[in-house]
Nanobody, 119 residues
């Protein structure tokens, strides 16, 4: 399984970014897909995840601002981030998880893309 994330960059607080993750093969049928964030000096945390039927989990810290979605035809999962805050700064990783509700179940990782929110 290969995951290729892109779309990070520098944005002002209140702005928006969309991250993309192209996934190889039949990954969507085998795994849930998630986005993790690792802020400077902190552990990697699961921000949001989506399962095959489109059901999503969203962390309270980003609820109402971040939306995960996927395009099965393009083998791509997206993270739309709106109303960004300085605390959203970090490296964002896409992942394939065995269970969307279990952050410890990630088994495949993309390379990470850096998001910097300036205040």
């Amino acid at each position: 399984v290969q995951l290729q994330a892109s779309g990070g960059g520098v944005v002002q607080a209140g702005g928006s970014l969309r991250l993309s993750c192209v996934v190889s093969g039949n990954t969507f049928s085998q795994y849930a897909m998630g986005w993790y964030r690792q802020a400077p000096g902190k552990q990697r945390v699961l921000v949001t995840a989506i399962i095959a039927d489109g059901t999503t989990n969203v962390a309270d810290s980003v609820k109402g601002r971040f939306t995960i979605s996927k395009d099965n035809a393009k083998n791509t999962v997206y993270l739309q981030m709106n109303n960004l805050k300085a605390e959203d700064t970090g490296v964002y990783y896409c992942s394939a998880l065995r269970r969307a509700s279990d952050p410890q179940s990630a088994v495949h990782w993309g390379q990470g893309t850096l998001v910097t929110v300036s205040s």
